[in-house]
C-alpha cells in the first residue's frame, strides 16, 4: 500500500499521549520502557473514528477506531512499544510513524476475546511501506460501518489478498501462518548454507522444497 489517508478534519482530536499514562495501563518492564525512551521522540491521539465523528454506525466489537501518530527518534521501532500501547487502549488501534520526513501506517487486528469479553485478542503487525510525508493525501476507503473500515485499513497493509468469502479472522490466522512458514524457511536457507554434508543439505533441501509448496498454496 502507498496511499496517505486524509482523516475528517470532524475526527480530529490532537492530545498528546504521555508515556507515563500508557505505563499506567499498559504496566511494562524496564526493557519496553527503555524501548520508549530510545526509539520514541513524542505519540499524539491524533483521530477518534467513531459514529459521532464519522457518521458510520458501530459494529460488532469496533465501537471506534483511535488513531495514535508515533514521533520517531528514527526510522527504528520495536514491535513491543506497538504491543503496549495496544495494551494500554481498549479499542481497535491505527498507528501513523513518523520519522525523517517519511510516514507509514502499522496495525494490528484487534478484536474481543471470544471467552472473555473484557480481554483483547492482538494479531501479528502489518505495516505499509515507508512513503513521502508531503505525498497527496486520499480519502478513507468508502465503508457500511466501522467495522468495515477497520477491516479495510488492515487489509490494505497486507500484501495477500483474502479469498472470497474469507472472514477476517480466518484470513488472519491464514497470513499469520504464511509469516511463520516464512520464517522457517529462512531459517532452514540459513541452515543449508552452513551444512557441509552432501546428504544432510539434500535433506534439507527436500523439507525447503516442502514448505514452499505451503506458502505458496497458503498465499493463493
Known amino acids: 500500500m502507498s496511499v496517505i489517508y486524509d482523516f475528517p478534519k470532524q475526527t480530529a482530536y490532537g492530545k498528546m499521549m504521555p508515556k507515563s499514562k500508557i505505563y499506567q495501563y499498559a504496566s511494562p518492564g524496564t526493557r519496553v520502557k527503555e524501548l520508549f525512551v530510545r526509539e520514541v521522540d513524542k505519540i499524539i491521539w491524533s483521530y477518534k473514528l467513531s459514529p459521532q465523528t464519522l457518521n458510520l454506525s458501530a459494529s460488532g466489537f469496533v465501537k471506534e477506531i483511535q488513531v495514535i501518530t508515533i514521533y520517531l527518534k528514527s526510522m527504528d521501532l520495536n514491535i513491543d512499544v506497538l504491543r503496549t500501547i495496544d495494551k494500554a487502549i481498549p479499542s481497535p488501534v491505527i498507528f501513523v510513524l513518523l520519522a525523517n520526513n517519511k510516514t507509514r501506517y502499522s496495525a494490528a487486528y484487534k478484536r474481543r476475546n471470544e471467552a472473555d469479553r473484557s480481554k483483547w485478542v492482538v494479531s501479528e503487525y502489518f505495516s505499509s511501506q515507508w512513503m513521502k510525508k ?10 457500511l460501518n466501522l467495522k468495515t473500515l477497520y477491516e479495510t485499513l ?13 472472514s477476517m479472522e480466518v484470513f488472519i490466522a491464514r497470513v499469520e501462518k504464511i509469516g511463520m512458514k516464512k520464517r522457517e524457511a529462512e531459517k532452514l536457507q540459513a541452515k543449508i548454507r552452513k551444512t557441509k554434508q552432501y546428504n544432510r543439505k539434500v535433506e534439507l533441501h527436500t523439507e525447503l522444497g516442502s514448505l514452499k509448496k505451503e506458502i505458496k498454496a497458503l498465499s493463493r
Open 134 to 143: 508531503d505525498k497527496q493525501r486520499q480519502p478513507l476507503p468508502i465503508a
Open 154 to 166: 488492515i487489509k490494505n497493509f497486507i500484501s495477500i489478498k483474502p479469498i472470497p468469502g474469507e
